[in-house]
């Protein structure tokens, strides 16, 4: 059974996408990685529902376990704190109104879980992601690349939809099929109704 991770890093401009299945090991492969852009022209409102649109188009499409999310961190920059987590929110919602799982990894947990150092910069991690997932070139732009690397995090780090329950505990063999077997459903029915 493979574990399908969504990773988002929110941004009003550019919110980046990176889906990714998990391989034996610490091995994983790449699906689909891009970005959801607006114009800065448009007010907030459209903003915001073109982003909840382009998302929600992925999450039709791929149905992962879970959607992992770069946590909002405090700086200097206000506005572009407020927007990142107005994103934030959006991919949250709609990752509820499906029933997938959430997880929220700050920027300092991805480097570290991508190349070993919490130091690292954006290079060293798309380094690592054309490494890691055999690719001949790093996702572009830098957004999607992040989506990425917060995709793996969550694959690395977080507890998986089979071998845990909600509480945290380990599921039975007969709960990890059941898990799959809801887990079959949901993208059957996603595929459904996205045909309309």
């Given amino acids: ?3 399908r991770v969504l990773g988002v890093d929110p941004g009003l401009t550019r919110c980046g ?6 391989g034996s090991g610490r091995s994983a492969s790449l699906v689909d990685v891009g970005v959801v852009r607006t114009s800065p022209e448009d007010t907030i409102d459209v903003r915001l529902l073109a982003i909840s649109r382009g998302l929600e188009a992925k999450l039709e499409e ?3 376990d879970v959607v992992a999310i770069e946590r909002v961190f405090a700086q200097a920059n206000t506005p572009t704190v407020m927007s990142t987590a107005q994103v934030t ?3 949250i919602v709609l990752a509820a ?3 997938i799982r959430i997880a929220l990894h ?6 570290a879980a991508v190349t070993g150092s919490g130091r690292a910069d954006k290079k060293q991690i798309q380094a690592m992601l054309v490494k890691l997932l055999r690719l001949d070139a790093a996702p572009q732009p830098a957004d999607a690349a992040d989506a990425v690397a917060i995709a793996l995090t969550q694959l690395w780090r977080g507890p998986g939809p089979v071998r845990r329950d909600a509480s945290g505990g380990a599921r039975t063999s007969a709960q990890s099929v059941w898990a ?3 887990r079959a459903a949901r993208r059957a029915r996603d595929t459904s109704t996205s045909r309309f």
């Fill in 1 to 3: 059974m493979s574990l």
């Fill in 17 to 22: 996408y990176g889906v990714i299945d998990a």
């Fill in 62 to 64: 791929h149905a992962p």
């Fill in 89 to 91: 929110g959006v991919a």
């Fill in 97 to 99: 109104q499906r029933g």
């Fill in 106 to 111: 700050t920027p300092s947990e991805v480097k």
């Fill in 180 to 182: 799959e077997a809801e």
